[in-house]
């Protein structure tokens, strides 16, 4: 404040009030005050910190193997560039030997002719694009829209997490761990999307602790996080990692190894595990396996990195899955468990679960932990246990979080998907994944369950959204607990607004379950922070009004949105075509504010018949399975 007031012109008091505001306003910054990105309000300031975010994506994105390919191109001409740069000056030239003369002409000609090389042609070509790639390209909103995700990502990489909460995003850990763990350097090489500050916190906690459980509210990342440090070791050389799961995730963990990172996965099951496996010990990946294979594998490689997802699976120590998987973790250097179910209340399968990954640790952990909190329990265990709830990081978050599930069918799915396909029944091949009473195994089904189990165990409350009744007597029948529904096209309004209300009042975990058609228009449903559609629908309109039931004004969660999948069926047909579908979608309902609450004011003409018939798709099914004409 003394120099302040040794400005010319200003007095104390005026010194005071500055430094005042100074304070004021490094502690609104300190304080995570989130400049929120709204399409609705396309302020001059909030666009250009867009065209700027879009900007650096674009430019991250292409800059790829540009590094490299400069290195490569500086072995070529470093050899040559201290001749050709001697002597330029003309008055120099005059005073030069004719043997300096003449090695620099050399010089200059050879580098003349390493311009010409393909790979100074091919280093040109990329520095361009990247040149490209920075110029504004239309309407940064547009591609915030489809995007927003990673737009929030990045723009988290330049925000500071509110000094009073940087503990929460932290776990509670304490801190001295807090600081050892920051320690960590993360290489991002093989990264392919940024991360949130949390999530980078979460992968170097990982790494310095060595063997852990994430236990993150589900929805924060646990699966990017683990990717993290699996392409952090890859870095270092260590490039063979384990993945065990459910099977009802395991193409999941596919698709998000090839969305987030360089690293090539291999899908360890089925009947060509072995192969795969082979393949895997010899070029390294990430391996990804079931708790029922693993006993099944023959490995020729320790993994250096072993991940265990949905880690309740192997809460009985007893169980064969438990054991195998307890024999991967001990072989391997690090490992780490994941698991959205929270810990304090069920202290002891937690000391179980650490017992896997720090056993010393274990020994210490005592019922009485779990008496004081969450907070104080996270301290209790942080060498073990790190976990953050949306709450704890919801300013770096999105609003809304959208998740392909996709599952490989069992076998019984796959019969009676080919009996639908074989009598062309386009209806049936939609419903197949769900078979009448819940009977016979359905890869969709143990998803779904898996899904409102973890929502149930964080307190979420769940609404399910089908086309189909069938598909909603199956679920209903099958979902332990409270549920409500199902709500149909033949239940009466009033009927409508009292079953959603007793699924709001109800306290406790809930599971409500609707057709799309009906549910999805003119209710308020914000009781429901998870969202599940069973299959894809035609429009996508009917998605957008389906979710929007939760995802409203008065929503005070994140709201999960989980598009369940059947791998090899009509639902990749179907996104495939509402993928076409929502380009023009996303620009004639972006312009209707009433959308939210009136779907006709989107209309049903917007998609102006964008995509195959029913009956070319049944045609191509055959076609693919040769089952018929």
Known sequence: MTEIGAVPGIGPQSAQAIHDEAVAHRRRVRSGERLRLNPQQKGSRETQLLTTLTAIDRVQREIGTLSSEIDSSKLLVDPWREAAQRSNGWLKRMFTSKA???????????????????????????????????????????????????????????????????????????????????????????????????????????LHRRKVILGDEMGLGKTIQALAVAAHLASSGDKHVLVICPASVLINWSNETRKHTTLRPHELHGP?????????????????????????????????????????????????????????????????????????????????????????????????????????????????????NQVDVLKELPDLIEVEDCVQPHAEDTA???????????????????????????????????????????????IVFSFFRSVLDTVRSEVPGAVFGPLTGATPSIQRQKMVDEFTAHRGRAVLVSQIEAGGVGLNIQAASVVILTEPQWKPTTEVQAIARAHRMGQV?????????????????????????????????????????????????WDQGVGPMESNIVDLEKRRLGIGS
């Open 100 to 206: 300096s003369k003449q090695e620099r002409d050399r010089a200059i000609y050879q580098l003349n002719v390493i311009a010409k090389t393909e790979p100074i042609i091919a280093l040109r070509a990329h520095v361009a694009r990247v040149v490209a790639a920075g110029k504004a390209q239309g309407s940064p909103w547009t591609d915030y829209e489809r995007n927003a995700a990673t737009f929030n990502a990045l723009l988290s990489q330049f925000t500071t997490v509110a000094a009073e909460e940087v503990d929460a995003s932290h776990g509670f850990i304490g801190e001295k761990l807090t600081s050892e763990t920051q320690r960590v350097v993360l290489d991002r090489t093989h990264m392919r999307s940024y991360l949130r500050a949390y999530q980078a916190f979460g992968a170097q906690y990982i």
């Open 272 to 388: 060509s595990r072995g192969s795969a496996a082979t393949e895997w010990a010899r070029q390294g990946g990430v391996a990804i396996t079931t708790f029922n294979t693993l006993s099944r594998l023959k490995i020729a490689v320790t993994p250096g990195f072993v991940i265990v997802d949905e880690a309740h699976y192997v809460k009985n120590q007893a169980a064969q899955r438990s054991v195998v998987s307890r024999r991967w973790i001990d072989s391997a250097s690090r490992a780490v468990l994941l698991t959205g179910t929270p810990m304090e209340n069920r202290v002891d399968e937690f000391r179980t679960l650490v017992g896997y990954v720090q056993p010393d640790t274990a020994r210490g952990i005592h019922v009485r932990d779990g008496l004081g909190g969450a907070t104080s329990f996270r301290k209790a265990v942080a060498p073990a246990y790190l976990r953050r």
């Open 416 to 462: 009676r998907y080919r009996d639908a396909v074989l009598t062309g029944n386009f209806m049936a091949m939609r419903q197949a994944a769900y078979p009448a009473g819940g009977k016979a195994k359905s890869a969709k089904l143990d998803r779904l369950l898996e899904i409102v189990e973890e929502a149930e165990d964080n307190d979420a409350k769940v």
């Open 557 to 605: 969660r994140t709201v999960q949105v989980h598009r369940l999948l059947a791998k090899d069926t009509v639902d990749e047909h179907m996104r495939r075509v509402l993928a076409k579908k929502s380009e023009l979608f996303d620009e004639y309902a972006r312009k209707s504010q009433a959308k939210d609450t009136d779907r006709a004011s989107i209309g049903d003409g």
